[in-house]
């Protein structure tokens, strides 16, 4: 696993949002909820729905297409959504100085 240094900067996100963005190839949805980021697989487990284009409801990121749910920390499914199972977590990392968000893939 490497570390990237991605386009978006933390400041350019408002919290509970949800951006799609590409690493090294992988899909990613980034998400910050409670001033924190997180960064878990771009497509949903049930039939590939585009995460990043989710919402944040509760502390969990839910799938567009068919309402799938995940912790948004560790990418677990809800037991509330059974035709999911969970995604990856990627690390994040945010340079506090200048707002670069770096994600290890």
């Excluded at 910050?32 to 049930?46: I, P, V």
């Excluded at 297409?65 to 994040?92: C, K, L, M, Q």
């Amino acid at each position: 696993m490497a570390e990237h240094k991605i386009d978006v900067k933390a400041g350019d996100l408002e919290d509970d949002s949800v951006v799609p963005i590409t690493v090294s190839g992988v899909e990613i949805a980034l998400l910050k909820h409670d001033g924190k980021l997180h960064a878990l697989d771009g497509k949903c487990t049930h039939q590939g729905g585009p995460l990043g284009k989710g919402k944040i409801e509760n502390g969990k990121l839910i799938c567009p297409w068919h309402n799938g749910a995940f912790d948004i920390g560790s990418g677990a499914a809800s037991e509330d959504t059974p035709w999911v199972t969970g995604i990856r977590s990627y690390r994040t990392r945010v340079d506090s100085e200048t707002g670069e968000i770096y994600i290890e893939v």
